[in-house]
């Protein structure tokens, strides 16, 4: 049997790596790339600026997908503050011309939203609740979900949560700038105040790809533990056997930011787990990837 073809947006990035990684197994991959190569054989790349419409509309011309997971995104919240046009292209206005391409096309679309659609005043989140976004990365994310549902009303939205994981050729995010600047003996700021439920991109990836099976649905892909980033740095610490002294607890208020902060946004994830996503234990998947950076 002819294997599906599977076109995945952001797919140099953290998450795109894992998703590429898994999804190769039993799809033929397309990765979406800027700049960055996709370190995962037997993807074929495929080199597209998502605000170029000529571009964008090539590449499902040339591809013609049967699935897309688009994980693409100009995520930091302070750059989107400090870079509104920029995020708006993007986190709202490429997901809508996506959206219409699969609708077009009637073909399955995943969308990876965002926790911080959410003030951080009532957690932990259902998928049910209202957004209520307070930074311009969480409205824009709530922008896409709004105008997803109407262009593509079969879309799966999945809201992620703080993702650990390690993809060569990027800093790793969080937990990269946490494992490196421990290992350097050097002193980690780490807020205390700030509540997630963070998951490892391996198990999100397996999530995001359940998820083009079931058409229509709002899932939070959250991982099983409440926790901060100090906790994390803690977790980490332990890891890599690195003197706690160096981890500096600090309230986020007290550091001026340009993007405003969610206190709680943690997810309620038990919609997902009904449908098979479990994610693993936080620990033991972090000295896994730990180890390995």
Known sequence: MARKRLLITGASGLLGYALCQRAIETYDVYGVCNKRDIPVEGVTPIRVDLTDTVQLADCFKHVQPQSVIHAAAFSQPNDCEQQPDKSEKINVQATVAISRYCAEAQIPLVFTSSDLVFNGQAAPYIEDDPVSPICVYGRHKAAAEKALREICPEVVICRMPLLLGHAPGTSSGFLGHMVRTLRAGQPLTLFTEEFRTPVDTGNAAKGLLMALEKQ????????????????????????????????????????????????????????????GYVPGDLVAVLEKTVTRM
């Open 216 to 275: 229509g649905a709002l899932l939070h892909l959250g991982g099983r533990r409440r926790m901060s980033r100090y906790t994390l740095g803690c977790l980490a610490a332990d890891i890599l056997k690195a003197d706690h002294a160096l981890l500096k607890p600090m309230r986020s208020a007290d550091l001026p930011m340009a993007a405003p902060r969610s206190p709680d946004v943690s997810l309620e994830s038990r919609r997902a787990h009904a449908l």
